[in-house]
Structure formats: structure tokens, C-alpha cells
């Protein structure tokens, strides 16, 4: 029932469906109600750490002068907070073994 190539919302939702047994409005509630709470942990500068999977983390970067590469003209790059993601040691293992 997976996408090709893309897991989606609805993706997970099937996957709880079928494995805990929920309905699927319950399951799809289920995903959003997960992923709002990380997105709102995220939005308050917090970084979301999932254990066996991940880290997501937000790095704040200061000014600097970058240069358009096609002209050479130097210009100022604004300070800006990023989204990363870590992987974790046991993903890269199942990510290396799978390939």
C-alpha cells in the first residue's frame, strides 16, 4: 500500500491500522497528533530526539558574506535557524545491511 519511493501520512496510518488494530480515522489521528507534537516541540527551538531512529536538530547560523557563484559578486547571507536530522548509529546499521 506504500507509495513508491515516498512514505506518506496516510502510509503510516495504514501500517498502525493493520498492525495495532485501530480504526484508520483513529490511526490517521494518531500520525497528525505525533507529528504536530514534533513540529510544535520544534517550533519552540526544542530538538526532537527519537530513540533507534534520530535526532532532529536546530542549528541557528550567523550572518555571513557568500558569493553568487555565476557573477562572483559577494552578498550577505541573513542569519537563519535550520532544520538537521542525525541519524541513529542502529538506522545506519539497518540502511547498511539492506543495501
Not at 480504526?23 to 507529528?35: F, G, H, K, P
Amino acid at each position: 500500500m506504500r507509495s513508491v519511493g515516498t512514505l506518506t501520512r496516510a502510509d503510516l496510518a495504514e501500517s498502525i491500522n493493520r498492525r495495532v488494530g485501530l480504526s484508520r480515522a483513529d490511526s490517521l489521528e494518531m500520525v497528525e497528533a505525533i507529528l504536530g507534537h514534533m513540529s510544535e516541540a520544534l517550533a519552540e527551538g526544542e530538538n526532537v530526539k527519537i530513540s533507534g531512529f534520530g535526532t532532529f536538530l536546530l542549528r541557528d547560523k550567523a550572518e555571513r558574506i557568500g558569493r553568487n557563484p555565476k557573477t562572483g559578486v559577494e552578498v550577505p547571507i541573513t542569519p537563519r535557524r535550520v532544520l538537521t536530522f542525525r541519524a541513529s548509529q542502529m538506522l545506519k546499521d539497518r540502511i547498511c545491511e539492506e543495501a
